[in-house]
């Protein structure tokens, strides 16, 4: 698994691959949220934040549901076997 942010001016993440990691699926309690983490049995090698250059250990964040429930519908668009290649849409969230 790789992952990148842009944060300012500078891109933060692990270039190369994270070969072995464990998956975390949370569900909120009321239902509202999942969170999802990505813990890395190793440090993955790429840009990190102060001392912590050099190894990214894990990566999670959190999306409503409804952000959820898209995520999992275009992943299964993406997934067939469709001429396009290609999924995107738009989130708006309110607070």
């Given amino acids: 698994m790789k992952c990148s942010m842009l944060y300012g ?3 933060y993440g692990n270039k190369s691959n994270a070969a072995e990691y464990l998956v ?3 569900r909120g309690k009321e239902g509202d949220a999942i ?3 990505f813990d890395f049995d190793k440090p993955a090698g790429g840009r990190g934040i102060g001392y912590s250059k050099g190894s990214v250990r ?3 964040f959190t999306l409503p549901a409804e952000t959820a ?3 999992s519908h275009a992943l299964q668009l993406a997934l067939s076997e469709t001429a396009s290649t290609d ?3 738009r989130m708006e969230e309110q607070d």
Avoid: G, P
């Fill in 58 to 60: 894990s990566v999670s």
């Fill in 9 to 11: 001016a500078n891109t």
């Fill in 87 to 89: 999924v995107e849409f």
């Fill in 69 to 71: 429930k898209a995520l």
């Fill in 24 to 26: 975390r699926l949370m």
């Fill in 35 to 37: 969170s999802i983490s």
